[in-house]
């Protein structure tokens, strides 16, 4: 069974820093994109970051640019989210989903992390 | 930026009706789209992929059709559980700049 275990979120003050983790276990990690969307309560989805298997690619959402590294572990089935500089409008859950190829629907999901921004 | 636009905002409808989401593409995303349901509390689920093919699991009663930039989720006899917020997204432009609708939230009467 695919699962997918997100953790880290926590309550920061603006400008601060967080790093969110990502746990997979019942698939082969190292053979699939893998993706973080973010929801703002009450709110939508929002795409925020894309990895490929190996790493050696990463794209972003221009919101985050610069501020956002999107990161992987293959070796022990982990996806990171390291944000720094972070703003009020960053406060969302975070979900950790798994895409298929380059160009996927995001097939399983994690239940989320909550990142709250505020002073 | 591709943007997405669903209607309607909310649906109203009784069991066993056919409720009809739709979602538009500011551009062409050929099939490249998929349809997501969100139950109160829960993380979104993959209903239709590809535009038209139901994920592993799903019941026939959900379908999808279009391309381009205009698409349909149907349901076709409403229960219940359907009651949740559907989501289209499109993965179709590289490098990825993926973008969700806005959300259709379905209730029951």
């Known amino acids: 069974e695919v699962q997918l275990v997100e953790s880290g979120g926590a309550l920061v003050q603006p400008g601060g820093s967080l790093r969110l983790s990502c746990a997979a276990s019942?698939?082969?990690?190292?053979?699939?994109?893998m993706t973080w969307v973010r929801q703002a309560p009450g709110k939508g989805l929002e795409w925020v970051a894309n990895?490929?298997?190996?790493?050696?690619?990463?794209y972003y959402v221009d919101s985050v640019k610069g501020r956002f590294t999107i990161s992987r572990d293959n070796t022990k089935n982990s996806l990171f989210l390291q944000m720094n500089s972070l703003r009020a409008e960053d406060t969302a859950l975070y979900y950790c989903?798994?895409?298929?190829?380059?160009?996927?629907?995001?097939?399983?999901w994690g239940l989320g992390t909550l990142v709250t921004v505020s002073s | 930026e591709i943007v997405m636009t669903q209607s309607p905002a909310t649906l109203s409808m009784s069991p066993g009706e056919r409720a009809t989401l739709s979602c538009w593409a500011s551009?062409?995303?050929?099939?490249?789209l998929a349809w997501y349901q969100q139950k109160p509390g829960q993380a979104p689920r993959l209903l239709i992929y590809?535009?038209?093919t139901r994920a592993s699991g799903i019941p026939p009663r959900f379908s999808g059709s279009g391309s381009g930039t205009e698409f349909t989720l149907t349901i076709s006899s409403l229960q219940s559980e359907d009651v949740a917020v559907y989501y289209c997204?499109?993965?179709?432009?590289?490098?990825?700049?993926?973008?969700f609708g806005q959300g259709s939230k379905v209730e029951i009467k």
């Open positions: 019942g698939f082969t990690f190292s053979s699939y994109w």
């Open positions: 551009e062409s995303v050929s099939s490249n």
């Open positions: 989903a798994r895409a298929g190829g380059r160009q996927s629907p995001l097939s399983y």
């Open positions: 590809s535009a038209s």
């Open positions: 990895i490929k298997q190996d790493g050696s690619e990463t």
């Open positions: 997204q499109q993965y179709n432009n590289w490098p990825p700049s993926w973008t």
